[in-house]
């Protein structure tokens, strides 16, 4: 199945909340995101409006979604932009420019079909083609028991860097940071 990896629109709030809710209900969730779906589903319609809208802009974050030609989303990453002397989610403020890859997911039709791929690809080519700042590297984090993510993001490019951070909800658990460095750097 052909799909198309498309930035998102403002007016698509639903569709990003329906794949967001669906997401955080797989059962790798817990340890593949940080939000939980008992929090998420009692967010008002204002806040994924809200949310949308920002990602639409792409000034400061960005979500891609893989589209079907159907038009159902089959998987979506978020890009969040990140520049020395803010606060970044987690390690610390950055060094240099970079993207944080995060709420990466694709429904299981799509899993095993090379999409996952697609939308990371698609997200770092976004991060290397900011008009307004030379990012210098893409990252993401994976929890030690994400197997599949790290096996995944390492095919792609990714190499741990040594920065580790303990899980929100499990402090016991560790995330590893993963990034890759602009090819033309």
Same mark, same amino acid.
């Given at each position: ?58 000034? #400061? =974050? +960005?979500? &891609? !979604? ?8 089959? /998987? #979506? =990453? +978020?890009? &969040? !932009? ?8 987690? /390690? ?16 299981p039709a799509g899993r095993g079909t090379g999409l ?15 008009p307004d700042v030379r990012v210098e590297r893409a990252r993401l984090y994976v929890h030690e028991r994400n ?39």
């Amino acid at each position: 199945m052909k799909h198309t990896i498309r930035q998102i629109r403002a007016d698509e709030w639903r569709q990003a909340k329906e794949l967001r809710l669906d997401a955080l209900q797989d059962p790798v969730a817990s340890i593949a995101f940080l939000d939980t779906y008992e929090d998420a589903v009692t967010r008002p319609d204002s806040h994924w409006q809200q949310r949308t809208a920002a990602a639409a802009e792409g000034k #400061s =974050v +960005t979500t &891609l !979604v893989a589209e079907a030609p159907d038009g159902t989303w089959t /998987g #979506s =990453v +978020t890009v &969040l !932009v990140e520049l020395p002397g803010q606060e970044a989610v987690f /390690g610390g403020p950055p060094i240099v420019p970079q993207t944080h890859l995060v709420g990466v997911y694709v429904r299981p039709a799509g899993r095993g079909t090379g999409l996952a791929e697609e939308l990371l690809r698609a997200a770092v080519e976004w991060s290397w083609g900011r008009p307004d700042v030379r990012v210098e590297r893409a990252r993401l984090y994976v929890h030690e028991r994400n197997l599949r993510a790290m096996a995944l993001y390492r095919k792609l490019g990714f190499e741990e860097t040594g920065v580790t951070v303990p899980m929100e909800r499990d402090p016991s658990a560790t995330e590893y940071e993963l990034a890759v460095g602009r090819p033309d750097a």
